[in-house]
């Protein structure tokens, strides 16, 4: 069955809610992705936002996988970057070409929103050679440092 990448709107909250049960399988992380899911009312209003983007792969009505990316308008010019957040298949679903499909559907989004680049992180882990595969495919590699900054105001002694 010829699987269908399709982005997602404010009619499509249920597969949202796939879409977030997917990725909490496929990283094996079930808590973050499930255990506090927000609102329906929420998801509409992210689904229908300027910066965010939603692409499911589904074949049939099941969600094979999908992405999650975020618009960063630039304030240095007038153009943007696009974030690839998460990007998950499906183990049923790999070496299936839905990963790859997933990216060229963003960036025909990216170029009709005016971005000028696509990016995505990936762990150095075991677990996440293929995707480093993949995205070394797609794009151009650059070592980065990556920071966790906690909202949450600690003991200052600065």
Do not use: W
């Amino acid at each position: 069955m010829p699987v269908e990448i399709r982005q997602l709107t404010p009619d499509d909250v249920g597969l949202m809610v796939a879409l977030s049960t997917c990725f909490g399988e496929v990283f094996k992380d079930m808590h973050t992705y499930t255990e506090k899911r927000p609102s329906a009312d929420y998801l509409k209003g992210l689904l229908s936002g300027d910066s965010f983007i939603a692409l499911v792969a589904l074949e049939g009505m099941d969600v094979a996988g999908g992405l999650a990316a975020y618009e960063l308008k630039k304030f240095e010019q007038e153009r943007s970057e696009i974030y690839i957040y998460d990007l998950a298949v499906s183990s049923e679903h790999r070496r299936n070409g839905i990963a790859t499909a997933l990216i060229e559907r963003l960036k025909v989004i990216a170029a009709d929103r005016g971005a000028y680049v696509i990016f995505v992180q990936a762990d150095t882990d075991v677990e996440d050679e293929p995707a480093i595969a993949l995205y070394t495919k797609l794009g151009l590699r650059e070592e980065v440092l990556h920071f966790d900054i906690s909202v949450e105001s600690g003991d200052e002694t600065a």
